[in-house]
T-cell receptor, first 117, second 112 residues
Framework: AQKITQTQPGMFVQEKEAVTLDCTYD???????LFWYKQPSSGEMIFLIY??????QNATEGRYSLNFQKARKSANLVISASQLGDSAMYFC??????????????FGKGTRLSVIA | DGGITQSPKYLFRKEGQNVTLSCEQN?????MYWYRQDPGQGLRLIYY???????QKGDIAEGYSVSREKKESFPLTVTSAQKNPTAFYLC???????????FGDGTRLSIL
């Protein structure tokens, strides 16, 4: 079963507008962490934001915020005031506690965001 | 500056040849990871190591081998048994399993 689902292969957003990138996850463990990474065309992976399953508040980092809805098992990334430099692939990832057979970090297939001037 | 260095940036492999991708970090991280990324896909874990002299297979370990003799280094060998090695390979490290992973710039491997 797919543990991380990103349903939007591609998204377009006008410069200076906000955009939401969707991520749903599947786990039966009460303790887990959710990460978002940005991958520009050059290939490097840039860590953006983290949300722990026990965190009471939604995570925020500058223009990035995470809309965490635990009951729905969703962790959507919100980028405010989009900039041309935000054009990239965005990956949602989840970690579960290290037990036998657990993959340390599981990635979704990504969403390609294009910011239009 | 602390970081992760992967080399080479581009690598070409002949049929039947083993090649080794280098990954070095000076972040003093205990955990290191190797991922494979195919076009339009997410990252899939090949191998990971949580401590020196110990490593575990990830989801797609067949055709690959690793070693972890030093904390700073986690080389990946793509063996001739890996029949479809063309991909983008990313190395990462973290303080431990709970912290965000930091990535190198990647190595693009192609078949000649």
């Amino acid at each position: 079963a797919q543990k991380i689902t990103q349903t939007q292969p591609g998204m377009f957003v006008q410069e200076k507008e906000a955009v939401t990138l969707d991520c749903t996850y599947d786990t039966s463990d009460p303790s887990y962490g959710l990460f978002w990474y940005k991958q520009p065309s050059s290939g490097e992976m840039i860590f953006l934001i983290y949300q722990g399953s026990y965190d009471q508040q939604n995570a925020t980092e500058g223009r990035y915020s995470l809309n965490f809805q635990k009951a729905r098992k969703s962790a959507n990334l919100v980028i405010s005031a989009s900039q041309l430099g935000d054009s990239a692939m965005y990956f949602c990832a989840m970690r579960e506690p290290p037990r036998s057979g657990n993959t340390p970090l599981v990635f979704g297939k990504g969403t390609r965001l294009s910011v239009i001037a | 500056d602390g970081g992760i260095t992967q080399s080479p940036k581009y690598l070409f492999r002949k049929e039947g040849q083993n090649v080794t991708l280098s990954c070095e970090q000076n972040l003093n991280h205990d955990a290191m990871y190797w991922y494979r990324q195919d076009p339009g896909q997410g990252l899939r874990l090949i191998y990971y190591s949580q401590i020196v002299n110990d490593f575990q297979k990830g989801d797609i370990a067949e055709g690959y081998s690793v070693s972890r003799e030093k904390k700073e280094s986690f080389p990946l060998t793509v063996t001739s048994a890996q029949k479809n090695p063309t991909a983008f390979y990313l190395c990462a490290s973290s303080i431990d399993w709970v912290e965000p992973q930091h990535f190198g710039d990647g190595t693009r491997l192609s078949i000649l």
